[in-house]
Structures are given as structure tokens and as C-alpha cells.
């Protein structure tokens, strides 16, 4: 059974840093591309991050580049992102998903319960 | 990259057919064959429905199929039942490592 367990989320103050980990279990987690989903409270999703299955390929959404990190250990079978110069508006459930394929980009088969994140002061 | 357009509501009764749709641009929807569904439980994480425009993973019911033209994808749930009820969200990969969510449609079963 694929399971992915998100962890790291917690009230922070706009400008500090949080990691958020996700441990996967149940599937060759090297063999498939990873993403984080964020949805704010009452709102829609939004795409935040996506990595391939080596990590050669990162990108993020627009209204987190230049302040999150994406980064995988395959040998521990965890995704994470490292959340910089927060803002009130990344105050968001965040969920870590997995791919179809080592460089899928557009189906999010498997999704965790996710980690909120509230940034206030 | 501008969301995809999706209907904030949609209803119909039990039995009935509905049909939600998701209009995008030719840089993504009319682009790709990669659009997605996803739907989603109040307090439930999404899940995936449709990929590819209209294939089904396994263990979702025939009820949910998907379909696209030019730059519009739809999702259409026949034979609604009541566990229907939720929010649906499309998205569409848009070249390159882009992709883009619609903003979601609350489906009311009546």
C-alpha cells in the first residue's frame, strides 16, 4: 500500500524558515517523480514544487521561487522542501504527491494527508 | 501561467448526468494530452480520478469519464449517486516543467 506521510508543519512567523519531510513507503520511490500540492485554507490547489526520480530535473511555481528548496533522498525514501522568507499568504495544507512515472509532470497518482502550515505573527 | 477556468458550482439529482467543464488556452489544454481530474472530500486529500484526458485509474467507477476539445476538458459523472458530492479540480500539464490547476467546481448532488 502507498502511503506518504508528511511531517514538519507548524506556526511560524512571516520571514522564518520551516522544512517540511515526507516519508514514503509502499512503491520503488526511486522510480517515480514527486510533488508538493498546496491548498489554502478554503481555496483551491496550487502547485508548488515537482522533482524527478534522480533530482536532474527541479522546478517551482511562481510564487515560491527564489524561497523554497525541493530535494529527495533516495536512499531514505523522503521528499522535502525547505520553506524560506515565509509569507502569510504560504499559510496552506501541504501535501506531498507522487508522479506516474520517473519524470511525470502532470499526474499526481498518491497523495498524503499533508502538513499545515500557518504563517503569522 | 493562468489557472484554468472551471464553473465554481455545478448540481444535478441522483441518477442524472453532469458535465464539468475546465477551458484552458493552446499553450496548455489545447496543447497536451495530459489533463487531469481530481476530486475531493471535505477534509480529505484529492484524488485522482481521471489522467490523460480520459483514462481511469484502477478501482475508480466508469461513472467518471473525460473528454477534450480544442482548449476545453470536461468531466462528465454519469449516473450521480450521493457520494458524488464533492469538490472536482482539472489540471493540465503545460510544457516544459509548467502545469496548471483549475480553480475547482463544488459538484452538489440535489
Known amino acids: 500500500e502507498v502511503q506518504l506521510v508528511e511531517s514538519g508543519g507548524g506556526l511560524v512567523q512571516p520571514g522564518r524558515s520551516l522544512r517540511l519531510s515526507c516519508a514514503a513507503s509502499?512503491?520503488?520511490?526511486?522510480?517515480?517523480?514527486m510533488h508538493w500540492v498546496r491548498q489554502a485554507p478554503g481555496k483551491g490547489l496550487e502547485w508548488v514544487s515537482g522533482i524527478h526520480w534522480n533530482s536532474g530535473v527541479k522546478d517551482y511555481g511562481d510564487s515560491v521561487r527564489g524561497r523554497f528548496t525541493i530535494s529527495r533522498d533516495n536512499a531514505k525514501n523522503s521528499l522535502y522542501l525547505q520553506m524560506n522568507s515565509l509569507r502569510p499568504e504560504d499559510t496552506a495544507l501541504y501535501y506531498c504527491?507522487?508522479?506516474?512515472?520517473?519524470?511525470?509532470?502532470?499526474?499526481?497518482?498518491?497523495w498524503g494527508q499533508g502538513a499545515l502550515v500557518t504563517v503569522s505573527s | 501561467q493562468s489557472a484554468l477556468t472551471q464553473p465554481p458550482s455545478a448540481s444535478g439529482s441522483p441518477g442524472q448526468s453532469v458535465t464539468i467543464s475546465c477551458t484552458g488556452t493552446s499553450s496548455d489544454v489545447g496543447a497536451y494530452n495530459y489533463v487531469s481530474w481530481y476530486q475531493q472530500h471535505p477534509g480529505k486529500a484529492p484524488k485522482l480520478i481521471i489522467s490523460e484526458v480520459n483514462k481511469r485509474p484502477s478501482g475508480v467507477p466508469d461513472r467518471f469519464s473525460g473528454s477534450k476539445s480544442g482548449n476545453t476538458a470536461s468531466l462528465t459523472v454519469s449516473g450521480l449517486q450521493a457520494e458524488d458530492e464533492a469538490d472536482y479540480y482539472c489540471n493540465s500539464y503545460a510544457g516544459g516543467t509548467k502545469l496548471v490547476f483549475g480553480g475547482g467546481t463544488k459538484l452538489t448532488v440535489l
Open positions: 504527491t507522487k508522479g506516474t512515472s520517473g519524470t511525470s509532470w502532470y499526474d499526481f497518482e498518491y
Open positions: 509502499g512503491f520503488i520511490f526511486d522510480d517515480y517523480s
